[in-house]
């Protein structure tokens, strides 16, 4: 850790103090990446440090799209999402809250125009029901259930 600036120094000096400090010490000698040059893009590209970190951190880049393209993607990507889907209530609950999404992006235009009409939710759900796998029907006993026999007292009293 290092120690506290000196009252009275400005800040500027002090770090240039530190750093002659710590090369006279010999810490800059054999670093990883010493005489090796600089990754930069070719070219002039502004957004160079941008595109490494996405890259870097594995960032979905989804999520730099503005809001109308996300709902248009979304809507495009409706199938794969409702058929992990178990019930209807979950898939019609999913259906309102995006046209409910995309009213709003229609109303509240901020950024590019993106044409995006909303979902046609019995549409949606007839092909959702059409993908599902057929249940197969609960069969029961293949007997019809036997009477209990009657006690002892029970036939004698009846």
């Known amino acids: 850790m290092t ?3 000196p009252p009275g120094m400005k800040t500027q000096d002090w770090v240039e103090a530190q750093l002659k400090r710590a090369q006279q010490a010999g810490e800059f000698d054999n670093l990883a990446g010493a005489g090796k040059p600089l990754k930069l893009s070719d070219g002039h590209d502004p957004d160079w440090w941008v595109k490494d970190f996405i890259r870097r951190e ?14 248009r993607k979304e809507k ?11 019930r209807e209530s979950e898939v019609r ?8 999404r995309i009213r709003i ?6 950024g590019p125009v993106v044409p995006t009409g909303q979902v046609d939710e019995e549409v949606v759900i007839a092909q959702w029901r059409m ?20 006690s002892f007292w029970q036939r004698l009293f009846s």
């Open 3 to 5: 120690e506290r600036k």
């Open 58 to 71: 594995n960032v979905e880049t989804d999520a730099l799209l503005p809001s109308a393209m996300q709902l």
């Open 76 to 86: 495009q990507q409706i199938h794969e999402k409702v058929r992990g889907m178990r």
């Open 93 to 100: 609950e999913y259906l309102a809250d995006l046209n409910n």
């Open 105 to 110: 992006a229609i109303r509240d235009t901020s």
């Open 131 to 150: 993908d599902r796998p057929a249940r197969e029907p609960i069969s029961g006993p293949a007997e019809p259930p036997q009477p209990k026999k009657k």
